[in-house]
């Protein structure tokens, strides 16, 4: 069974900077892309960055761009997400996501693209 399990949420200042990390079992992920997406009360989930496997190729949503690290070590199926400079806009509840196939291009940004997704880790930024 495919699991996903993200760690590294909380509550940080405004300016402040958090760690997300998600690790993947069940099987291994290194071929296909991994992501991020976060979904705050009431909107529909939102991309922030997403990496392909091998040459590391990542995409980030203009909102994070500059801000927002992706990183993926495919020996230990971990993914994890490097946030600086948090503004309280971007609190949200966080999730890993994998793909099952391979993507390119705005496929990337897609949730429906993906097959696995984590429970979701609470991120508060206060002001």
């Known amino acids: 069974q495919v699991q996903l399990v993200e760690s590294g949420g909380g509550l940080v200042q405004t300016g402040g900077s958090l760690r997300l990390s998600c690790t993947a079992s069940g099987r291994a992920f290194s071929r296909y892309p991994m992501g991020w997406f976060r979904q705050g009360p009431g909107m529909e989930r939102e991309f922030l960055a997403a990496i392909t496997r091998a040459e590391g190729h990542a995409d980030y949503a203009d909102s994070v761009k500059g801000r927002f690290t992706i990183s993926r070590d495919d020996y230990k199926n971990t993914v994890t997400l490097q946030m600086n400079s948090l503004k309280p806009e971007d609190t949200a509840v966080y999730y890993c996501?994998?793909?099952?196939?391979?993507?390119?291009?705005?496929?990337?940004?897609?949730?429906?693209?993906?097959?696995?997704w984590g429970q979701g880790t609470q991120v508060t930024v206060s002001s």
């Open positions: 996501a994998a793909a099952s196939f391979f993507l390119i291009g705005n496929a990337l940004s897609r949730p429906a693209s993906y097959a696995h």
